[in-house]
């Protein structure tokens, strides 16, 4: 059995280095060999253990995938995809216009867009 603290996900800001530290857990019977790619190799000895590996990101989609051999040749393998946004959204306020002169009550415009994970919400504040 192999598990992984995280299935697929999203990063949102940078990570220090433009890494995740990534927790595999093992639990075999025989010693396993545990390839992380990219991302190193890891020996394991009976009964299964933990790896954390190290993973470069790249903003965008990163795939890697994990090799899980034990000593009898059985092998499995799961394939875990991260989206990194490392970028701030873009915003410009249009309304009101710098200059502008305005009296009463002024309903805010603004134009947010994030290329990678799209914008959700957008508030104000003073």
Do not use: C
């Not at 192999?2 to 220090?16: E, I, K, R």
């Amino acid at each position: 059995f192999v598990g992984t603290g995280l299935p697929d996900g999203w990063l949102v800001g940078p990570q220090p280095g433009d890494s995740l530290w990534y927790s595999i857990g093992v639990y075999a019977a025989s010693a396993t060999v545990v390839e992380v790619s990219p991302g190193g190799t890891y020996t394991l000895p009976r009964g299964g253990g933990g790896v954390n590996a190290m993973l470069h990101l790249v903003p965008g989609v990163n795939t890697f995938t994990i090799d899980v051999t034990g000593e009898t040749g059985l092998k499995t393998s799961l394939t875990r995809t991260v989206r990194y946004d490392n970028s701030p959204p873009e915003a410009e306020l249009l309304v009101p216009v710098p200059g502008g002169m305005y009296s009463g009550a002024v309903t805010l415009t603004a134009r947010v867009t994030d290329s990678l994970t799209g914008v959700r919400s957008v508030a104000y504040t003073r």
